[in-house]
């Protein structure tokens, strides 16, 4: 599985962004895809994750409210909304691919990585 994670750019306080994240290879159903962010210096940190078969996400407390995860099977593509950015949003995003099933929030379950999309928010 590869993934190309695209969307980032820097953004005011209070705006908005897409995320998009495009798989290629094999997915299963079963699969679960996620969303990371990291700051320079501190721990990945876990965002949003789907079934990829849809019906099920989880997100992060500090995003609730704010950002959406969703898929596209279509275009094997995973989206993540975020609107009511703030400055302590500001990080690079990684898409993630956990062949072991849905709902992880560690970062060390995960098998495949997209290269990561920088978003900053200025206040």
């Known amino acids: 599985v590869q993934l190309q994670a695209s969307g980032g750019g820097l953004v005011q306080a209070g705006g908005s962004l897409r995320l998009s994240c495009a798989a290629s290879g094999r997915i299963f159903n079963n699969y679960g895809l996620g969303w990371f962010r990291q700051v320079a210096g501190k721990e990945r940190e876990f965002v949003a994750a789907i079934r990829w078969s849809g019906g099920s996400a989880v997100s992060a407390d500090s995003v609730k409210g704010r950002f959406t995860i969703s898929r596209d099977n279509v275009k094997n593509t995973v989206y993540l909304q975020m609107n009511s950015l703030n400055t302590e949003d500001t990080a690079v995003y990684y898409c993630?691919?956990?062949?072991?099933?849905?709902?992880?929030?560690?970062?060390?379950?995960?098998?495949?990585w997209g290269q990561g999309t920088l978003v900053t928010v200025s206040s």
């Open positions: 993630a691919v956990d062949a072991q099933g849905y709902g992880s929030k560690w970062f060390g379950t995960y098998d495949f």
